[in-house]
DNA sequence: TAACTTCAGTGATAGCCTCTAACTATGGTG
DNA sequence: CACCATAGTTAGAGGCTATCACTGAAGTTA
């Protein structure tokens, strides 16, 4: 038992089994949501019989706890991606469109349905945040206007959130509205609400984040 | 067979289980969310065996669609009394949040992750536009103000889902962004996403309001 | 090299679920 | 009273999650 530094060859094997199992599940939540997940369906796949998965992941919560971090985690890396890239605000907006595009049963798994009694992981939150201090830095680069609203003055109380960022109360204000209100068109573009009505969920999002940046109405 | 007008006691009978089963239905999905919704329990809760149902509803997905109807139905009838009573804005915004907080799941089985391939019914549609409808007259009472933005430019050439509405552009948008807005913060609210955070969801709820009705931040 | 240990994968099984099919029983109708 | 539509039953096919005991092969150690 050496292990530590140059890992053996079962272990190389079972990760590269266990990341077969996670693709398979990324390929049936994208083509039937994540309450279509079934393990069977993956070992039969995977020409392997049911129980064999068992070896790989403690049963579909786990499976399924597992694609979650691993989403939040995507998510983190693409805003941080685009944040060292220079991005402002405008642009993590369309990041955060672009990932979401790419695979929508991907953010509902973050941002839909909530299951009543499932509760994410602890390390989730901390990616959570990661994500929402990259927001509030590109938030806090953004010229203040306005007046403080009473908002911001329940912000000042309750900003541990932020995790000691320094943002002013108005940036943290801004952060949030970020988030809700691109949540709010991109979640209803995501689940086909606009198809029928005839409206560019594109140009909607752009007049959002516009008014949302302060952009004269050109 | 007389039928119509008087109804047979067996049509009564019908009529009283199917909306027992309905009742049923609702309390599971509150309870553990639309994908745990069992016809197996319910039919074991009512005291009969399991394939009884199939005589009151085709399968499970025709029992969820009913759900979803009654769904929308109820937000089109709260939102109706809330307009006859001389609602705002404001008020609709209010009556809105707290349909929602009533049932969460509720809300997610109208505005929550699609199933990919689940399509709502035709009907459906009608009532969405008949909520539409009420919106879009609380927000043509609105005071317009700001200059005309391009997304208004969009809107006047794809104003088909007001169904005929009057409002002029600028209204349909405020509509637009009352709803995706209201949701945005509301969805986040209900799936539990500021509860680690500290932040009072109704407060938050509030300033969007706000800043959607052009009240001055006092 | 031989003995031992670890672990991937198997089939059997229990207990859920949806849904179909054939059958029984009952209550309204002519 | 005879008839028939219909509510409800059991049996069963086929799906799922999950546990258990077992086999066999691959690594480890003496």
């Known amino acids: 038992m050496v292990n530590s530094e140059a890992e053996t060859p ?11 199992i996670k693709q398979r599940a990324w390929e ?7 309450s279509a997940l079934s393990l069977n369906a993956i070992a039969k796949q995977m020409g392997m019989s049911g129980p064999a998965l068992y070896r790989y992941f403690g049963g579909r919560d786990e499976l399924i706890t597992e694609l979650v971090r691993d989403a939040y985690r995507s998510l983190a890396d693409t805003f941080r991606a685009a944040a060292e890239g220079g991005a402002d605000v405008t642009a993590l907006a369309h990041a955060l469109r672009g990932w979401a595009l790419r695979d929508p049963q991907r953010y509902f798994l973050i941002y839909g349905t909530p299951v009543p009694g499932y509760q994410a992981p602890d390390d989730t939150t901390a990616i959570s945040s990661e994500i929402m201090a ?32 320094p943002a002013p109360p108005a940036a943290l204000h801004r952060a949030l509205t970020f988030w809700t209100r691109l949540h709010g068109v991109l979640s209803l573009e995501l689940a086909g609400h606009f198809t029928g009505m005839g409206i560019d969920p594109a140009q909607l999002f752009a007049a959002e984040l516009d008014d949302l940046t302060g952009t004269p109405a050109s």
Do not use: K, M
């Open 134 to 165: 990259t927001l509030l830095d590109a938030c806090a680069a953004l010229p203040l206007d306005g007046p403080a609203t009473p908002f911001d003055a329940h912000l000042e109380d309750h900003r541990n959130w932020a995790d000691g960022h």
């Open 10 to 20: 079962r272990a190389r094997y079972r990760a590269q089994v266990r990341t077969e």
């Open 28 to 34: 049936q939540i994208a083509s039937a949501g994540a």
